[in-house]
């Protein structure tokens, strides 16, 4: 690759919206978050910054998310009612609209990377469970044994929600699913979504983060969209591609179409946050939850990290 670190580029992570606020996160707690956030952001720069492509920096930045146990994706996901954790990513890119995803995976160490192998290597989109991980192997993509992903606090998790009887999962407001939109020097935009899902959750139920159109969309005509929240609602009203479809058809600024659509949201009864990059490399955020873990970068400078509202 060609140093371009003189073109415009521009990225943005999530790491999951919530109930964080500085009343119920410590100083300590927030400052090791904040760090695995710098982590990811500085992946997905560097890429950049090299003048890599937009899924490259994406897919770097979602790998550093899921390796860290601060975060609901990869390693850290949270357990199923029956003490699984099974694992759902999605990736796409603008230019062609290629895309790819995976849901009920339970070895694939990095779930993003198996999402990109299915667009790439596949005639397919989207690959579940068992057929997902016989293809996984078959591409030579990283396994792991189950137990890499489990943490005792999310063990500790479920036993809480089990013990409380607190429905049918984990409503606490937890969307620890993670997250990374770019757009490189070429002003190609990407997208990707890495999710353990909901804690509790049974009968192989998946949310939006792997279904494109809803938790993932990226379009070069709109912008590169991640998702987190209340999957049911966010899948309900295709969050993703209704914020670019509201840019392309309704000429909508990308801020006031994210919040448009999070009201959408919030009409069903859902809560939670999306990041999103446009090709002229505008980077943004809007979350209807009280903190969302997220970080931004640029070429023109910008480098944050943040948690509450």
Known sequence: MTDTSESRWAIAIHGGAGSMTPETMDAAGAQAHEAALGVALD?????LKAGGSALDAVCAAVSALEDDPHFNAGRGAVFTYHGTNELDAAVMEGATRGAGAVCGVTHTRNPVNLARTVMEKSPHVFLSGAGAEEFA???????????????????????????KKLGWFDAGLKYGTVGAVAVDASGHVAAATSTGGLTGKRWGRIGDSPLIGAGTYADDRAAAVSCTGSGEQFIRAAVAHEI?????????????ATEAVL???G??????????????????FAFTTPGMFRGRADSEGRREVGIFG
């Open 43 to 47: 992946a997905g720069t560097a890429v």
């Open 244 to 256: 670019c479809a509201r840019m392309r058809l309704g000429g909508e600024g990308p801020q006031a």
């Open 263 to 265: 009201g959408e949201v």
């Open 267 to 284: 009409a069903m009864g859902g809560v939670g946050g999306v990041i999103y990059v446009t090709p002229a490399g505008e980077t943004g």
């Open 137 to 163: 192997r078959e591409q030579g993509v990283e396994q792991v044994d189950p137990d890499w992903f489990a943490t005792e606090a999310r063990w500790q998790q479920l036993q809480e929600l089990k013990a």
